[in-house]
């Protein structure tokens, strides 16, 4: 089995930066796509950006698009997620997850969870006004 450990959550002031990680381990076979998600109370967990791991082609919600980039390290043993100009509606919990298979046709047109199979437990992110 793959595992995924996120880190580099914590609290932020509205307009500063955080950079979130996610460690990757065991069977990286599993690891074709990788994405960050993010889920706050009493709202659907919200695709925010993705990569296929091969070509790193990068996708990304319109929500954060130009605020948010997706990296993968050179040895594909570290997923990122660098985050910029935060505001209190990025508050959540923030989780990185893998697909075995994916479509870039999909992740084109949207980051959904259910095309993605394993998953982390999730960094929070608490942005401040």
């Known amino acids: 089995q793959v595992q995924l450990v996120e880190s580099g959550g914590g609290s932020v002031h509205a307009g500063g930066s955080l950079r979130l990680s996610c460690a990757v381990s065991?069977?990286?076979?599993?690891?074709?796509?990788m994405g960050w998600f993010r889920q706050a109370p009493g709202k659907e967990r919200e695709g925010l950006a993705a990569?296929?791991?091969?070509?790193?082609?990068?996708y990304y919600a319109d929500s954060v698009r130009g605020r948010f980039t997706v990296s993968l390290a050179n040895a594909r043993n570290t997923l990122y997620l660098q985050m910029n100009s935060l505001s209190p509606e990025d508050t959540a919990m923030y989780y990185c997850?893998?697909?075995?298979?994916?479509?870039?046709?999909?992740?084109?047109?949207?980051?959904?969870?259910?095309?993605?199979?394993?998953w982390g437990q999730g960094t929070q992110v608490t942005v401040s006004s």
């Open positions: 065991g069977d990286t076979s599993v690891t074709y796509c």
């Open positions: 990569i296929y791991t091969g070509g790193r082609t990068t």
């Open positions: 997850a893998a697909a075995d298979t994916c479509s870039i046709q999909r992740l084109a047109k949207r980051i959904h969870p259910s095309d993605f199979g394993y």
